[in-house]
Structures are given as C-alpha cells and as structure tokens.
C-alpha cells in the first residue's frame, strides 16, 4: 500500500516538510483546494509548484483540486504546468467543493452554487484532452493549449453516491475521507458494479484519515472531532475513524483498510508536532 501525508495548509516551512516527508521514503504530499475554505489554506497549485522545485522524487496531490471554481481551461493548463515542473508527480483529486465550505467562493466566481456537480462532470469530461494539448470545443469556439503534458491520474473525492458515480464514469481512484472500514469496503463493491456499467475496470481507492500517534492529550482529539463534525461528520464516526494510539496501532488500523480495499492511504497529521507525526506515519507503514 502506498503512504502520503497532507501538508501544513499555511504558515509553515512547506519546502522543510516536503524535504522531510521525501526523506521519510513516503510516497506523495497532499494540500487541499477550495478558494474559500472553511480552515484557511494556501493555492494548491502554488503550494505544489514550490515543492515540485524542492523534490525530486515524491508526487504531489491535490486532496482535492474544485475544477468548477477555475473552469477547465484554467484548471488544465495549471495541471499541465505541473506536470511540466514536476516531471510527472501530480495526483490529480478532484471534488466539487462540498456544502461544508458554503457558498461564498462560488458567489465571488460566479459560478452557481447549485450548478457545481454538473460543472464538475463537465470539467472532467475535457480535461484529459485539454492537459494532453488536444483540441476542445469551449464555449462554441475550439481550443488547443500549448504545451500539452501527460494527463495525471484523476481521484475523485467524496463518500457519497454522487461521488462513487463520478469515480466510476471518470476516475482512476475513489478518494473518500473520514470514512469506517465498513464504508469502503462497501463502497468498493459498489464502485466495482458501477465501472463495469460504463465498461471501465474498478478505480482504485484511496482513503484519507486523520492521525495523531503517540502520546496527545484527549483534548487534542476532541478538538479534531469537532473539527470533522463541521464537515457534516457525526460524532461518533468521526471518534472512530480517527486514528490515534501507538505506531502498531496505527499499522493495524492501515493494514485494515487495506483489506477492505484501499489501495493508498493520505495520512492528515492534526496536532503540532508534524514532523514527529510524519515520522510515526512513515514508521507505521514499514510495519504493516
């Protein structure tokens, strides 16, 4: 199974974390997308073509980049350009900017807010030809963008129907977060029956957890439940899909999505001794 980690999403020496995670022999960085979010994080795309020209080896996701709020044109010729800068890194998430984060980055677009999955689903549809430099009809008029770039893997986040639907049609991966073993194991057979409709093989699933090894104090913990409570979680799956305890604990919770069927893990630290925390991660990964 292969192993990332998120990085800090403002206000932290990104070009040290990123060094370090490489380091650490982990598989890929991850930073979040949305214009206005509700926990304040830098551009993705900016974030990602700094540690592009401080790495060499380690790919680069987006958990996940909103394709609607750029349009596609946008969103591919910065998808292209990291290709370009990273030599072929980019993990490509992407999602259509979920209800929790409301509806002021779509106002300040002007993009509909109810128009946002349709939007999604459209942009996927021209996205690979786009990022590949093929021509696209836009709007009426056709368009070619220059240089092309090889089209990264797409992930497509969400727990929901909607968005297994979306893996299905488009993805090359399943990207849930904050998700029980129970509900990826389902998911993936789900996932399975729907790619066979529209002829394609079963995606692979990626699955992003939050993880605090080590001794932290409950407080901690309980803060972060209610952080993920703002997502719309409820309190009890949050508590059980947050992964906290020793590193062979840790190694056990992995290894059991795993079984389920993930293919990938995004590891989210969420207390203040991230380096510490990306070491157990990496620590924890060894011993599965």
């Known amino acids: 199974m ?3 980690v998120t990085l800090p999403g403002h206000g932290a020496d990104l070009v040290a974390h990123a060094q370090h995670a490489e380091g650490l022999g982990l598989e890929s960085l991850w930073h979040g997308d949305h214009l206005i979010p509700v926990n304040p994080f830098l551009d993705a795309t900016l974030v990602h073509a700094t ?7 380690i790919k680069l996701g987006f958990g996940v980049l909103v394709p609607a709020l750029r349009g596609p044109a946008w969103a591919a010729k910065q998808i292209a350009t990291l290709q370009h800068l990273s030599g072929d890194r980019v993990l490509l998430g992407v999602g259509s900017g979920g209800e929790a984060h409301g509806e002021a980055a ?5 993009v509909p807010f109810a128009e946002r999955g349709a939007r999604t689903d459209a942009a996927l549809e021209v996205l690979p030809r786009l990022v590949r430099g093929e021509p696209v009809e836009l709007h009426g008029e056709p368009v070619a963008l220059r240089p092309g770039a090889t089209m990264p893997p797409v992930l497509v986040g969400g727990g929901t129907a909607a968005a297994l639907r979306r893996a299905a049609r488009f993805g090359d991966h399943w990207y849930p977060a904050f998700v029980p073993r129970r509900s990826v194991a389902s998911g993936v057979r789900r996932l399975a029956e729907l790619a066979a409709a529209h002829g394609r093989p079963a995606p692979g699933v990626t699955v992003g957890v939050s993880v ?3 001794d932290v104090p409950a407080s901690v913990v309980d803060g972060r439940v209610r952080g993920m409570t703002d997502y719309g979680l409820p309190e009890d799956v949050a508590r059980e899909v947050v992964v906290t305890g020793s590193v062979a604990q840790a190694a ?9 069927g993930a293919d990938r ?4 630290p969420f207390t203040e001794d991230r380096f510490r925390q990306v070491e157990l991660v990496a620590e924890a990964t060894v011993a599965m």
């Open 252 to 260: 056990e919770r992995f290894a059991a999505l795993a079984d389920a």
């Open 106 to 110: 779509w106002h300040a677009v002007g």
């Open 265 to 268: 893990i995004v590891a989210m």
């Open 51 to 57: 540690v592009a020209a401080v790495t060499t080896r």
């Open 212 to 214: 605090a090894l080590g």
């Open 2 to 4: 292969d192993v990332g």
